[in-house]
């Protein structure tokens, strides 16, 4: 199946500092979605993606589908930008498409005041 | 408009035992989506329906199904619960098998 690695996996910020993660998988998709999971677990929807570049206030997102990665890029992080940050990609499998999501291992970003 | 709600929130059951959670989707979803979620992991798929039936099966053991109702709400059955069924258990819906996803706030399930 397709492989989604997320780096780095451990970030370190100060408050107002900006930051770049990556997403990296093996295979063509048709659905990649950007989530913030907080730390009661509740994933909060970032960006829909497959393609292309969105912005949306100080958070933004590219994904170069040829280049099979995509980045997600927080500007003036501010400590209620903490926790967890997952990649997760939906593929072609075989010959049967359905939505499946596959998940990258996160990203735990910590914003200190 | 309400998101995902998922039912219960937290869940306690003993080795051997079986369980049953459940998922509305938004209204208007008609395909929802069941993730496992193990501390310190990304989740997992599970299943996924669409219009009551079965689209897509991850790598779990037959002790789990699942179904959806002509509502579209759906349930995930878990039989013979073991130590390792311990984790955050999340429904997503969609518009449709391939749209974006949301997720409702999972329920927390622990194996005693």
């Known amino acids: 199946g397709i492989q989604v690695e997320q780096s780095p996996p451990d970030l370190i910020l100060q408050e107002g500092a900006n930051s770049t993660l990556r997403c990296n998988f093996s295979d063509s998709v048709n659905n990649l979605q950007w989530f913030h999971q907080n730390p009661w677990g509740q994933l909060i929807n970032l960006f829909y993606i497959p393609s292309g570049t969105k912005q949306n206030g100080r958070l933004s997102a590219t994904t170069v589908a040829t280049e099979r990665y995509s980045l997600l890029y927080i500007s003036s992080s501010q400590t209620t930008d903490s926790g967890v940050y997952f990649c997760a990609v939906g593929a072609v499998a075989g010959g049967t498409s359905y939505g499946k999501l596959t998940f990258g291992q996160g990203t735990i970003l910590t914003v200190h005041p | 408009d309400a998101g995902v709600t998922q039912s219960p929130t937290h869940l306690i059951k003993t080795r051997g035992q079986h369980v049953t959670l459940r998922c509305s989707p938004i209204?208007?979803?008609?395909?929802v989506s069941w993730y496992q979620q193990v501390l310190g992991q990304g989740p997992q798929f599970i299943f996924q329906?669409?219009?009551?039936?079965?689209?897509g099966r991850g790598n779990f053991p037959d002790r789990f199904s699942a179904r959806q109702f002509p509502n579209y709400s759906s349930e995930l059955n878990v039989n013979a619960l073991l130590l390792g069924d311990s984790a955050l258990y999340l429904c997503a819906s969609s518009l449709t098998s391939y749209n974006e996803q949301f997720f409702g706030p999972g329920t927390r399930l622990t194996v005693l």
């Open positions: 209204s208007g979803h008609k395909s």
């Open positions: 329906y669409y219009e009551k039936e079965e689209r």
